[in-house]
């Protein structure tokens, strides 16, 4: 009993905060808000693909093969077997880290053609009710925007409320890579937004490489948009607590791991991190090996540790929050696993405070002509001495 009391308050605290800044609209969000089930597991077929030994040979297991191993399996692949299994198991391919870069695209392509079949059937199938037959309809068209000319979909899941990773730029040839991890409500629907498209993951990462080609446009870079697990609605309890954090970890570990094979860097990719993104990175970044990772976090409610040494040694820890960010009135605390903890921007963190200037609000971040997009621009370009503090 007191922990459910406990949870309504920490509940109350944020929506009411983030009512103050925000007209109340937060508030309608954190009433409708439900609970989301964290997505864990290989995606569809991949059962099917386990029995499968028409290669003569057992295929690597979609839950448990790391990508060192997925990748020495499809080098050892003839052309044409490697299209038998895009063509047969589009959604494990798409979703392998390890595989081939062309192969996952191709893949996705596929598998998201299928969808859009599947859902447009469902649109107009008499036997579903209305509000499902217009959630069909939703799904065909936060869809097909992604079949369009140049888009490199590397991830594609359609469960739950729709997964996506896409990237912008050639990842094979790239120097600089960054990936963009989003925070509350994204999802396919909100991937990409027309009406809004800094607040999109698509639309953040657009924006930092096109900042970044403006400083340095001889240098190769590519962004990926990390629409890629399944994150809170609204302010409503998933917002504060670290159970959906948690299940997003290792797949963000695991699309880290899949770049080392696939990719070839000047450094590890920098992880851009906003809001409950940052919860995510916070619970990834301990698992980090090798050399430092920038880690950037902007509109954090917290990480979920006391100070960046909490982080582990792998990390090089960015922060900024603009004044008019309304996640600042939020409690900075954990109580029985509930709120995420110290402020990254706070100086006995242990970040460095990176400047925001001219950002304005929780979306701002990305805006044209800020502070904060040229320092993540020149972050994840590794142009240390020009960030601005």
């Known amino acids: 009993m007191q922990r459910r009391r406990l949870k309504r308050l920490m509940i109350g605290a944020f929506a009411t905060c983030a ?23 290989p995606p569809a077929g991949s059962a099917a693909w386990a029995q499968d030994h028409s290669l003569g040979r057992a295929l690597p297991d979609p839950a448990t093969a790391d990508s060192a191993t997925v990748a020495a399996f499809f080098a050892s692949l003839s052309p044409a077997q490697q299209d038998q299994l895009v063509r047969e198991y589009p959604l494990v ?18 598998a998201i053609q299928n ?24 799904r065909v068209n936060d869809s097909r925007p992604l ?12 469960r739950s409320r ?17 990936v963009v991890v989003p925070g509350s409500d994204s999802d396919l629907g909100h991937h990409d937004k027309s009406d809004h498209p800094l607040q999109g993951a698509a639309g953040m990462a657009r924006a930092v490489r096109a900042e970044e080609q403006r400083l340095a446009p001889d240098t190769s870079t590519a962004l990926i948009a990390w629409t890629d697990y399944v994150s809170p609605v609204g302010l409503g309890p998933d917002a504060v607590t670290s159970r959906l954090a948690v299940a997003a970890a290792p797949r963000l570990l695991r699309l880290l791991d899949g770049l080392q094979q696939t990719t070839a860097p000047a450094a590890p990719p920098a992880l851009i991190c906003h809001s409950y993104g940052t919860v995510v990175c916070g619970e990834a970044a301990p698992r980090l090996r090798g050399e430092t990772t920038d880690l950037v976090v902007l509109g954090s409610p917290g990480m979920n540790v006391d100070s960046a040494a909490g982080l582990g040694t792998a990390v090089h820890v960015w922060a900024t929050r603009n004044p008019a960010d309304w996640i600042g009135n939020v409690p900075y605390l954990e ?23 001219g950002a304005v609000g929780h979306a701002g971040y990305f805006d044209p002509g800020t502070t904060s997009l040229y320092n993540f621009a020149a972050i994840a370009l590794g142009d240390y001495q020009d960030v601005k503090y």
């Open 19 to 41: 009512v103050l800044a925000d007209a109340g609209a937060a508030a309608a969000q954190a009433a409708a808000a439900n609970e989301q089930v964290a997505i864990t597991t």
């Open 93 to 110: 391919v798409g979703n392998l880290d390890g595989a081939p870069l062309q192969l996952r695209y191709r893949a996705n392509r596929i």
């Open 115 to 138: 969808e859009i079949a599947q859902a447009e059937a469902q649109s107009t199938d008499a036997k579903l009710d209305a509000a499902q037959r217009a959630t069909a309809t939703a």
């Open 147 to 158: 079949l369009n000319p140049g888009r490199q979909i590397l991830a594609f899941d359609p």
């Open 162 to 178: 729709g997964l996506v990773a896409e990237v912008f730029g050639d990842l094979a040839t790239a120097k600089r890579i960054a």
């Open 335 to 357: 109580v029985g696993g509930l709120g995420h903890g110290a402020d990254p921007t706070s100086p006995d963190f242990g970040a460095e405070d990176i400047s925001s200037a």
